[in-house]
């Protein structure tokens, strides 16, 4: 089956601490997007990718950073200079043309211990 | 400014009844307009989409309408079951130079039995 796989589900960190969201699609899309999604507020744009070895900062990009080493992955860390990560995440990927719908997966929650 | 407005903010219904939920735009250029339905833990899956020239379009029981004089769309839901418990979000592309997405903040819809 395609889609877009995003582990882990649930994460933890620590202080001071960069973790990595993992975000994998066998869609064959060109672009992938990963945004942030708070209690009562619409998603947010972090980062997003055209191509591979290609990426462009979103609306929030501080504090965040990603790669695009492989048209299938593009992770994401939420470094330690993020302050409030704590948030629910959630990657896309879409093909390119006019009207074709962003695949979501079914996002990584981060909670801060 | 672009953005996307959507009412009610909550809604709780008894199963087999219908609803409607409401979606205010300001966002230009206009591309499309798309409905996404969010189970709860899970990433939005699109429903439907409405181009600028589309006045209605159904998927099933979902029924999504546009009218894009007014700036507003519309999404109906028919003979309501306990599944359709979950977050709708109205997302409208501005195609500009590079394509924009506008999220509303979705309006979480419960069925009860």
């Known amino acids: 089956d395609g889609g877009i796989t995003q582990s882990p589900k649930y994460l933890f960190r620590k202080e001071g601490q960069n973790v990595t969201l993992s975000c994998e699609q066998n869609?064959?899309?060109?672009?992938m997007y990963w945004y942030r999604q708070d209690p009562g507020q619409g998603l947010r744009l972090i980062y997003y990718?055209?191509?591979?070895?290609?990426?462009q900062k979103g609306d929030i990009a501080e504090g965040y950073s990603v790669s695009r080493e492989k048209k299938e992955s593009f992770p994401l860390t939420v470094t330690s200079a993020q302050k409030n990560p704590t948030a629910f995440y959630l990657c896309a990927s879409k093909n390119s043309g006019f009207h074709q719908p962003q695949h979501f997966g079914d996002g990584t929650r981060l909670s801060i211990l | 400014k672009n953005q996307v407005e959507q009412s009610p903010q909550s809604l709780i219904i008894l199963e087999g009844k219908n609803c409607t939920l409401q979606c205010n735009y300001t966002v230009s250029p206009f591309s499309n307009l798309r409905w996404y339905k969010q189970d709860t833990g899970r990433g939005p899956v699109s429903l439907t989409i409405m181009t600028f020239s589309e006045n209605t379009k159904s998927n099933g029981r979902y029924t999504a309408t546009l009218d894009a004089d007014t700036k507003q769309s519309s999404l109906h839901i028919t003979a309501s079951q306990l599944s359709d418990s979950a977050s709708y979000i109205c997302v409208v592309t501005s195609q500009g130079g590079s394509e924009k997405l506008v999220f509303g903040k979705g309006t979480k819809l419960t069925v009860n039995p």
């Open positions: 990718s055209q191509i591979v070895n290609d990426f």
């Open positions: 869609l064959n899309h060109d672009a």
